[in-house]
């Protein structure tokens, strides 16, 4: 993959999603800001290059980390003094936080939310 290729794969992402945790290599998540800096200075790997070409650079476990992630992200982006009202319950940035850390079926709906989108924008 060129670097050309590399700028049309990432001119067509949304930029909202630009500096979101979207693609792991070797335990790591990286942004598609942070693949074109790397393809601009020659230091993406060609095995990187390889998956992003085939749309092949996941497994179960790094979509469900990289969910997470972007979730936190997302949160920790908030006000912290808003409230969130999930259904009927408010909760605070805070507290939503916790719910996603410790895997709760609430905080897990926001992360499954997350994977949907992800999908969405970088599965073939």
């Avoid at 500096?19 to 200075?41: N, R």
């Avoid at 790997?45 to 179960?60: N, R, S, Y």
Wanted: a negative charge; aromatic letters at 8%; zero cysteines.
């Amino acid at each position: 993959m060129s670097l050309e290729a590399i700028r049309d794969w990432v001119s067509r992402i949304p930029k909202a999603e630009l500096d979101m945790p979207s693609i792991p290599y070797q335990g790591k998540v990286y942004t598609p800001k942070q693949i074109l800096e790397m393809a601009e200075a020659g230091t993406l790997p060609d095995e990187l290059q390889e998956k992003i070409e085939a749309g092949a650079f996941t497994t179960a476990e790094e979509v469900y980390q990289i969910g997470l992630q972007r979730v936190k992200k997302y949160l920790e982006q908030l006000p912290p003094k808003l409230t969130l009202y999930v259904g009927t319950q408010p909760y605070s940035v805070k507290e939503l936080l916790e719910e996603v850390e410790k895997g709760s079926p609430i905080g897990r709906a926001f992360v499954e939310a997350e994977i949907r989108k992800w999908e969405t924008l970088y599965r073939r």
